[in-house]
């Protein structure tokens, strides 16, 4: 059993900053690629970040500049440190990891989401 805990939502002003964490807990034996995707009210969800266990880095354009994405393999733990917030981010924010149970098992698990408004 594996879980993924996100921290760190809230209301924030345009132009303000968030960091949002997720911690895996479990029977982990490894953990491959981490990421954030996210969905707005009506929308579809969408990649936000992705990082791959080597430290590789891949944005949405839509972020790009603004949101970096980072993890501590130690803690088992990615971070999205948001910055220059728009209204247009405002949505529920997900983690995402590839975890190995074994040597030969891989699954994709998903947090419970966190959510993110923009707003003055």
């Known amino acids: 059993q594996v879980q993924l805990v996100e921290s760190g939502g809230g209301l924030v002003q345009p132009g303000g900053s968030l960091r949002l964490s997720c911690a895996a807990s479990?029977?982990?034996?490894?953990?491959?690629?981490m990421g954030w995707y996210r969905q707005g009210q009506g929308k579809q969800r969408e990649l936000v970040a992705a990082?791959?266990?080597?430290?590789?880095?891949n944005y949405a354009g839509s972020v790009k500049g603004r949101f970096t994405i980072s993890r501590d393999n130690a803690k088992n733990t990615v971070y999205l440190q948001m910055n220059s917030l728009k209204p247009e981010d405002t949505a529920v924010y997900y983690c995402?990891?590839?975890?190995?149970?074994?040597?030969?098992?891989?699954?994709?698990?998903w947090g419970q989401g966190t959510q993110v408004t923009v707003s003055s």
């Open positions: 990082i791959t266990s080597r430290g590789s880095t």
């Open positions: 479990g029977s982990i034996f490894s953990i491959n690629g």
């Open positions: 995402n990891a590839e975890v190995s149970l074994s040597i030969a098992t891989m699954y994709g698990y």
